[in-house]
């Protein structure tokens, strides 16, 4: 079960999976749209390192927020775009999404983010820091940072998608804007990751794992905190 009745007014927003898509096309729109995002996002910090304050952190925000606005608007009509595990997780939890697609979708996402990491990493070599997420504040600071960014987030994604009493002409341009906030906020902190295979990705073509199950624990529970959070308060 998805949306009950709303079902066909929600899948407007193009953040659903279509049910005339066949599996494999779900699966590889998602391991497209994560590869797209992944470059995007990962590709700016390396730029950075390799050449000093070519990017800054707005030009590193922005990068990232405008890769998840283009993928959602391109991609989201066929499997909804959703490029992050923690989503998909947390949006199946609270039955907005059917939890038969979830290890399908996880396992795309996984794929696109670490084919992306080795293409950045073979077209910009020396690597550098391969745009992986390092936190430089305290494991719990960073735990707590990157668990309520990704509240923000999802509480931002469920309220545009799954309220019909929100406004969601712009919902591509408004998450991929409160991506582009989360890391203005956080980048420096703890990198602003917001989703597993964000940080998964890199770290494996990088091969550094500090603190890595920050990333992979933080989003998830930030995740669904947000998106129960917007379904308690919503209007009916």
Not at 115 to 140: Q, Y
Not at 144 to 161: G, N, Q, R
Request: some cysteine.
């Amino acid at each position: 079960m998805m949306c009950h009745g709303s079902e066909r007014h929600i899948r407007c927003l193009k953040l659903l999976p279509d049910p005339g898509v066949s599996v494999l096309k779900l699966i590889a729109s998602e391991f497209i749209g994560t590869f797209i995002m992944i470059f995007g996002a990962a590709a700016t910090p390396i730029v950075d390192a390799r050449y000093p304050n070519a990017e800054t952190l707005i030009g590193k925000a922005a990068s990232a927020g405008t890769a998840v606005a283009v993928v959602i608007l391109s991609t989201g009509h066929i499997s909804g775009a959703h490029l992050n595990p923690a989503m998909t997780i947390a949006l199946s939890l609270f039955r907005h999404f059917p939890f038969v697609y979830v290890p399908l979708y996880i396992a795309a996402q996984l794929l696109g983010s670490i084919c992306a990491s080795f293409a950045l990493k073979f077209i910009f070599h020396p690597f550098h820091n391969g745009g992986v997420t390092v936190p430089t504040i305290s494991t719990a600071r960073a735990f707590f940072l990157e668990f309520l960014i990704t509240f923000i987030l999802l509480f931002v994604i469920t309220s545009l998608v799954f309220d019909l009493k929100a406004n969601r002409k712009l919902a591509g341009i408004a998450i991929g804007g409160t991506v582009f906030l989360n890391i203005l906020v956080a980048g420096p902190s703890s990198g602003g990751s917001m989703n597993p295979v964000r940080t998964l990705g890199p770290a494996i073509a990088n091969g550094n794992y500090e603190r890595i199950w920050i990333y992979l624990v933080a989003p998830v529970t930030g995740a669904i905190a947000g998106t129960g959070a917007y379904d308690f308060i919503k209007l009916q």
